[in-house]
């Protein structure tokens, strides 16, 4: 077995006995969070980090399929039905948000996706006949598929596992398929992308679908784990954490998302518990990553046991003549 | 939501002729506020290709820092002005350092330095959050303008006439600056070719740095005497960066003119559709940027498309 084999395995033997190591139901809920955060965070990648187009206003598309689907179950409809459309909805405005800010690529992107995410963010904050305003939409009870209960911190974590195992799958299946090749092609050099005859803006256009996705498929994980959604889940915030989640573990690789989230969701359940001040640390964070280590934790760390690798392969080698 | 307190609002009830000029008032109002903030956001976006996202939060901080000065610190009580010309240079300055000593450590690396000016908004606004904890503070509106002109149908309160008054003065000077002087002469070079401007001997670093205080300054300014108006509180910055983004997507980045079109329409649009769509008044705001976007992505008066 090759050591990628090997550190798969362990990762997947980690991951499946989540709750029979950690010292208790919060901690089984803490990794629910970080699982499908790294959800989030692996769909909003396949922008950032494949396409090189950054969004600022993902938390907005989290929102919006957010709130489709606790408005449906709000309204009584059934989960099945809330789950449909919730995913519809989430992937029709990820669709408008293309059209618009597709226009534009590099930092145009950026300010057209933060606009229209701020603009998300106050419709679920004014439209209060809809979204309930500030006080948000509660929702009681969670889907129970097949009649499995996901009431449980234990359930409910092995679902969002297999969940999480396809989304991996699907983004390296993504990854490795032509219109994965194509999407980082038009990253690094769209003209000639284009003098090749590839459609650049629809190679764009379906990645940021496949991103919407996975955004609403997080979203609707969030609303059952939370059973809560509020407009403070679409401000700019959200869509900064998410992105500090993509770029502090590494944007452009399959793990990094995983590792960033674990990062950020750990690290904001912990300290929330000890100061106040998180958003602070948030944007220290932020400030840090960019400048010390501007590739994220993965590809950083890598470089660097490869350095620390050679160096010691090289030592005896010089040490010699 | 940054509103005009106290004339908004009828929902469904029909608008009386005096409410309408009102409305007026309170839209140019906005608009020139508007204007003070997204002028120095336009102008450095089209110098540095950044879109500065602590612009928002240097709006808050003048809010913040003026309404302590008119308040009173150490028992000592600003006026008004004087307060607000502090709380700007004081932003100024906190602008000058931000771009000296980290957006310039990051050269040329865009998103690096919006992922930064993010970073550094959201540990402003925890900043503010501890300083002045999160109820609003209202400042008193300067003293001597507490009255009404009144010009036949029109009442038009002296505090939001001046508040016209001086977005167009400072229109005005800004453009004098760019238009009439070296130093203008330097940034608009800076803006059409960055490079070409440097292999003419222009210092466009030290532009960075004037501008960039310049946007901060009048940022700063804007939030203090808009503050009897909104009054200071958490999420301000939230509120207003939206707005410079909408306004400046409108106008065409680098464009003064634009900055000045795209101020006057939002500030109309988002004042009348509080007026009668209250629950989408954010969500208004929207459609001219839509359509912009769709029919002329450069923006009225731009010359590139972002």
């Not at chain 1, 692996?42 to 980090?49: D, E, F, R």
């Not at chain 1, 960033?260 to 969701?265: E, F, N, R």
């Not at chain 2, 167009?168 to 004098?176: E, M």
Request: aromatic content about 12%; proline content about 5%.
């Amino acid at each position: 077995m090759n050591p990628r084999a090997i550190a798969l395995t362990v990762a997947a033997v980690l991951l499946l006995s989540v709750p029979y190591w950690v010292p208790g139901v919060y901690y089984v809920n803490v990794a629910s969070q970080i699982l499908f955060f790294a959800i989030f965070a692996l769909g909003l990648n396949v922008l950032v980090g494949y396409g090189g187009l950054v969004s600022l206003g993902h938390a907005g598309l989290f929102g919006v399929a957010a709130y489709a689907a606790g408005y449906m179950l709000h309204l009584g409809y059934g989960h099945p039905l809330s789950i449909i459309v919730a995913l519809v909805i989430g992937i029709a405005s990820m669709a408008m948000f293309a059209v618009l800010s597709l226009r534009s690529t590099g930092i145009g992107f950026i300010m057209i996706t933060l606009a229209l995410g701020q603009i998300l963010w106050g419709l679920a904050y004014r439209w209060i006949s809809v979204t309930g305003g500030d006080n948000g939409i509660t929702l009681h009870g969670r889907p129970a598929p097949f009649g499995f209960e996901l009431d449980t911190a234990n359930s409910f974590y092995y679902m969002t596992l297999v969940i999480f195992a396809i989304t991996i799958i699907a983004v390296a299946i993504f990854v490795r398929s032509p219109l994965g090749a194509a999407l980082m092609g038009t990253r690094d050099q769209p003209r000639r992308m284009n003098a090749l005859g590839y459609y650049v803006w629809a190679i764009r256009f379906w990645a940021c679908l496949f991103s919407g996705l996975l955004t609403a498929v997080s979203a609707i994980l969030f609303v059952y784990y939370n059973q809560f959604i509020s407009p403070q889940t679409l401000a700019l915030t959200s869509s900064a954490e998410v992105l500090l989640m993509v770029i502090s573990g590494g944007a452009g690789t399959l793990f990094g998302p995983i590792v960033g989230a674990a990062l950020v969701v750990v690290v904001k359940n912990v300290v929330s518990g000890y100061i106040e001040r998180w958003n602070m640390l948030l944007g220290a964070i932020f400030v840090a990553i960019v400048i010390l280590m501007p590739e994220g934790l993965v590809p950083g760390s890598m470089r660097l046991w490869r350095l620390l690798w050679r160096r010691r392969a090289k030592a005896p080698a010089e040490a010699k003549p | 939501m940054p509103a005009a307190r106290g004339v908004t609002n009828e929902r469904g009830k029909p608008i009386a002729m005096s409410s309408w000029l009102l409305l007026t008032v309170n839209s140019v109002t906005f608009g020139g506020l508007l204007f003070l903030l997204s002028a120095g956001f336009s102008l450095i976006f089209g110098l540095m290709r950044i879109p500065n996202l602590t612009h928002g939060s240097l709006f808050m901080l003048g809010a913040y820092i003026g309404a302590t000065f008119v308040g009173g610190m150490l028992g000592v009580r600003f006026n008004f002005w004087l307060a607000a010309l502090f709380a700007a240079l004081l932003v100024a300055a906190f602008g000058a350092v931000l771009e000296r000593f980290l957006l310039r450590q990051l050269p040329g690396q865009q998103l690096a330095q919006v992922l930064v000016t993010l970073g550094v908004s959201f540990i402003a606004a925890d900043f503010c959050l501890m300083v002045w904890g999160g109820d609003p503070i209202n400042v008193a509106s300067p003293k001597g303008l507490s009255g009404f002109l009144r010009a036949g149908p029109l009442v038009v309160p002296y505090y939001r006439l001046t508040i016209i008054v001086i977005a167009v003065i400072v229109a005005i000077a800004l453009w004098l600056l760019l238009d009439r002087t070296r130093l203008g002469a330097m940034i608009r070079a800076g803006v059409d070719d960055p490079d070409m401007a440097r292999v003419v001997g222009i210092r466009v670093s030290r532009l960075f740095t004037i501008v960039f205080a310049l946007g901060a300054g009048l940022a700063a300014f804007a939030g203090i005497i808009g503050g009897p108006m909104l009054s200071a509180y958490p999420g301000l910055d939230q509120d207003m960066l939206p707005l410079a983004l909408v306004v400046v997507i409108l106008g065409g980045t680098g464009s003064l003119l634009g900055s000045f079109v795209g101020s006057i329409i939002i500030g109309f649009i988002y004042n009348f559709g509080q007026a009668m769509l209250p629950e989408l008044a954010y969500f208004v705001l929207f459609l001219p940027m839509l359509l912009v976007l769709l029919l002329r992505p450069q923006g009225l008066f731009g010359r590139h498309v972002p």
